[in-house]
């Protein structure tokens, strides 16, 4: 969260955030009192946990797909609390999905916490009582990853041996010297994360990876000040990186950064591979798995083969524009709206540089690829139109069944949400290092006149009178030239470094993850998307404060000033909500029945 006054109506808040999580908990003992049965996929995952339990490590269900990270989860900690109180004797579905939600409301927020403190690079003062901030508090209120907290289900434990195989990671790389320790923690914890979704090789491997290659490079790189292409490839071999803001880039600038990066890396290949060997080994257990099982899936896995589908990064970005305009409103109003018309609480101060919408040549590469993923590639999986209790259901009946050109006429509408979600990466105040055109050395001093002499005394006598100070130090040695560009390049470093999620690079490495995780999956689910949506939450940068509110925000008790400065995370606060009872309200008690499957009720889900 941003600077608030410290008030006490802004602590208070801030002991209030943590208080948020026990809505998990209450939404689990609803699905308790109303659903006591095994619903869907808990069916096949409800009795594999008890299969466990009863120490029948053999049995398996064909019908599961992913690895029994869950089950083994659940296991150990029935395990734990049973050797403490003595109960539960039987692993029912409550008893399993406690499990669940203890993951989301205590483990997850607590570490989500740790890698958001680490990832801007600021200490967490917060009392004992208010660690958590409203940014986490809203993670976890994230419609998707709340709804499934409170059924029995894999989404909430893969996200949170990410999540902590995140933190180890990001520990190891901040040390000037890495602890062999840290690091096989870290390849566990990658490992670990495959024994619940085997997607998460993209992440604990790809993204990790990627960001670590990208922050080796940016320590032993200055920065490259050309923009041509065959002028960046060459300074790549004399370590100059071309990685410009977000915000200052086109999509010139992504391919542009791509040759940068490889050239880099090129120029510093035995560095690379050795800051990588944790992230190949992740790799390579994973490789032995699929050998010795002869698939990525476990189970149906004539329903699982995977499959180029492109279209499902089409997908995307209106799933992010759904949940997450609430933070994109005050950048576009700040881009579309001409400064008079802008709400002084809204008014973040975009120079006139970064006021712009996508360029006419952007649009003309842009649409038509996207059309022709539309028409080429678009792929409807049986279980997505046969299934009318999931949401992407009457998605897909809009888009496939209502008009031939409806489709396509949804172009726009990713097209849109593409560039909101990727430009929102780049919102964050940057300044640049101080510049100069010469240093110019000083002359030597002339002899003092009698005159000068005198008017000098009499201006040290005035100054003694006001200040009792110590005498001032002798003038230093001016800066020579090359001094100076050493400070401006270290500066720019140091800028680098702590805006390194507001740069191409880390957008390329984000989108790699993100392509390599969906494209695969020819099933549209919007569980898929909950670690994506996540990675983009976390590293979004803190919402820049209102031009009206910048000025001695820290000594104003003004409800005006806290709500305009937090006003987007309040927004997304409400709109978290007002979904998760809406979606809630319709799975509890919108319930319907099939004519094939007379007497059981139906329910809605996502």
Partial sequence: MNAQPRSGLALAARYVVPFGLLLIPLWMTQVNSVVPEPYLDEAFHIPQAQAYWAHKWTQWDPAITTPPGLYIFSYTVCALILFLRGSPTELDPPALRATNAVAAAVLL?????????????????????????????????????????????????????????????????????????????????????????????????????????VRRLRRATRTCSSAALADIFQAGLKNELYDPLVLDASLADYFKTTVSLCSVALNNFGSVVSCLVPYLLILAAFGGFVLWNGSVVLGHKEFHTASLHLAQMLYLWPYFLFFSWPLLLAPLANILLPTFMLPKFLNQGFPASRRRLPSILTVIIVLPVMLAVIHFNTIVHPFTLADNRHYV???????????????????????????????????????????????????????????????????????????????????????????????????????????????????????????????????????????PWVMWRLHLPVSPTPVV????????????????????????????????????????????????????????LW
Wanted: hydrophobic share 45%.
């Fill in 393 to 531: 259901f009457y998605v897909f009946r809009i888009l496939m069944r209502s008009h031939p050109y409806t489709r396509y006429a949804a172009t726009s509408v990713y097209f849109i949400g593409a560039w909101m979600v990727i430009s929102a990466m780049g919102y964050s105040p940057f300044t640049a290092p101080p510049k100069v055109a010469s240093v110019v050395k000083p002359e030597p001093p002339s002899e003092p006149s009698q005159d000068s002499t005198e008017k000098k005394q009499q201006k040290s006598n005035r100054k003694q009178k006001v200040s009792k100070k110590a005498a001032p130090a002798e003038p230093a040695d001016p800066i020579s030239p090359e001094a100076w560009a050493e400070l401006q390049e270290h500066i720019m470093r140091r800028q680098r470094a702590q805006h390194e999620t507001s740069r191409v690079s880390f957008v390329l490495v984000w989108l790699a993850a993100t392509t390599l995780s969906l494209i695969t999956a020819p099933l549209v689910e919007p569980r898929y998307l909950i670690i």
């Fill in 109 to 213: 927020p607590l570490r989500l916490q740790t890698v958001l403190d680490t990832v801007r690079k600021q200490k967490n003062t917060r009392p004992s009582g208010a660690w958590l901030s409203h940014t986490v508090l809203n993670i976890c209120l994230f419609p998707p990853l709340f709804f499934f907290s409170g059924l029995y289900y894999t989404d909430i434990l893969a996200l949170l041996v990410v999540i902590e195989a995140y933190n180890w990671d990001l520990n190891r790389s901040l040390r000037p010297r890495r602890s062999v320790l840290e690091t096989l923690v870290f390849v566990g914890f990658g490992v670990a994360a495959l024994a619940f979704r085997q997607t998460n090789i993209f992440w604990v491997s790809v993204f990790f990876g990627g960001l670590q290659v």
């Fill in 549 to 604: 509110y910048r000025k001695g925000v820290e000594n104003k008790d003004d409800l005006k000033a806290r709500l305009a400065i937090n006003f987007p995370l309040f927004l997304e606060t409400a709109w978290f909500l007002l979904l998760n009872v809406l979606t809630g309200a319709l799975f509890l008690h919108g319930g319907f029945e099939w004519p094939q499957e007379p007497g059981k009720i139906q329910r809605f």
